[in-house]
C-alpha cells in the first residue's frame, strides 16, 4: 500500500522559503499525479499544487509564481519549493497521490505545518 511521508514544513518569516518533501513508500504505480493541498484553520483544504507523471503542472492563483512543484518518478519523490512566503500561505500542508485510472486510488500523507509570521 502507497504511504506518503512529508518534511520540510516550518516557521519562516514573511519573504521567506520553505521546500516541502513527499516520499511515496509501497510501490507508486504509474499514471499517478502526486501535488500539495493545504488547509488553514478555519477553512477548507484547498489544491497548491499538481504534477502528472509527465510532468504537467497546475499551480493555484494564490501560488503560480512563487511556489514550483517538482518529481523525480524514479525516487517515487515530489517537491515544493515555496519562495516569497506571505502570512496568508500559514497552513498545514499535505501531500497527495491519485490514479484515475485502475487500480484507482487516492493517498494523504500525515501533513507538516508552515507558518509565515508578518
Known amino acids: 500500500q502507497v504511504q506518503l511521508v512529508e518534511s520540510g514544513g516550518g516557521s519562516v518569516q514573511t519573504g521567506g522559503s520553505l521546500r516541502l518533501t513527499c516520499v511515496a513508500t509501497?510501490?507508486?504505480?504509474?499514471?499517478?499525479?502526486m501535488g500539495w493541498y493545504r488547509q488553514a484553520p478555519g477553512k477548507q483544504r484547498e489544491l497548491v499544487a499538481t504534477?502528472?507523471?509527465?510532468?504537467?503542472?497546475n499551480y493555484a492563483t494564490s501560488v503560480e509564481g512563487r511556489f514550483t512543484i517538482s518529481r523525480h518518478n524514479g525516487k517515487n519523490t515530489v517537491w515544493l519549493q515555496m519562495d516569497s512566503l506571505r502570512p496568508e500561505d500559514t497552513a498545514i500542508y499535505y501531500c497527495?497521490?491519485?490514479?484515475?485510472?485502475?487500480?484507482?486510488?487516492?493517498?494523504w500523507g500525515q501533513g507538516t505545518q508552515v507558518t509565515v509570521s508578518s
Open positions: 497527495n497521490a491519485r490514479r484515475a485510472v485502475t487500480p484507482v486510488f487516492t493517498q
Open positions: 509501497g510501490g507508486l504505480p504509474g499514471a499517478t499525479t
Open positions: 504534477v502528472t507523471s509527465g510532468g504537467t503542472t
